[in-house]
Antibody
């Protein structure tokens, strides 16, 4: 069974940093691109970032560019998201998702999602 | 103007069909894009439904009932998710998505009520 389990969320003050993690199991992790997608409370989905299988290709949403770094450790089957200079508008549920693109690239459907980890930015 | 625009809500009766639209911003031609659709029920992560670019380039997600299908309305510059034989379990939020300028973009979502 494919599983994606996010962790690392919590309540943080504006300006602080946070590192989110996603542990993958049930599939060959280094065969697939991965993404982070967030959802503010009561709002819609917002793609945050994507990474290909070997970290050779990455992309970030304009809303987070410069403050966010996405990375992966294929040996640990884990995905990470470092968020710096946190703002109240960064608050929300952060989902880890798997891309279906062939050959470890990204740019296709998000076929598997974790349950998400909640980030609340407030003083 | 948002890249993808979806109606905020839609209501339909059990057994009927529902057509959910996803309109692309002027200047972005729907014919060139693959449209992805996701369903999200309260308290749960989104689930992938299908992707549609053309009648020869489309795919239903694994385990998704054939009641769900995709199409396009080129005259409206829109992607369409059609749900036939509506069931109460289809009540959910539905999001469309495209890949645009190397970034994923979601529509604002449509809340489908089955009553």
């Amino acid at each position: 069974e494919i599983q994606l389990v996010e962790s690392g969320g919590g309540l943080v003050q504006p300006g602080m940093s946070l590192r989110l993690s996603c542990a993958a199991s049930g599939f060959i992790f280094d065969n697939y691109g991965m993404h982070w997608v967030r959802q503010a409370p009561g709002k819609g989905l917002e793609w945050v970032s994507g990474i290909n299988w070997n970290s050779g290709k990455m992309a970030y949403a304009d809303s987070v560019k410069g403050r966010i770094t996405m990375s992966r450790d294929n040996a640990k089957k884990s995905l990470y998201l470092q968020i710096n200079s946190l703002r109240p508008e960064d608050s929300g549920l952060y989902y880890c998702t798997k891309d279906t693109h062939d050959y470890g690239d990204y740019g296709d459907a998000f076929d598997m999602w974790g349950q998400g980890t909640m980030v609340t930015v407030s003083s | 103007q948002a890249v993808l625009t979806q109606p905020a809500s839609l209501s339909a009766s059990p057994g009927a069909s529902a057509s959910l639209t996803c309109t692309l911003r002027s200047g972005i031609n729907v014919g060139a894009y693959r449209i992805y659709w996701y369903q999200q029920k309260p308290g749960s992560p989104p689930q992938y439904l299908l992707k549609y670019k053309s009648d020869s380039d489309n795919q239903l997600g694994s385990g998704v009932p054939s009641r769900f299908s995709g199409s396009k309305d080129a005259s409206a510059n829109a992607g369409i998710l059609l749900i036939s034989g509506l069931q109460s379990e289809d009540e959910a939020d539905y999001y469309c998505m495209i890949w645009h300028n190397s970034a994923s973009v979601f529509g604002g979502g449509t809340k489908l009520t089955v009553l």
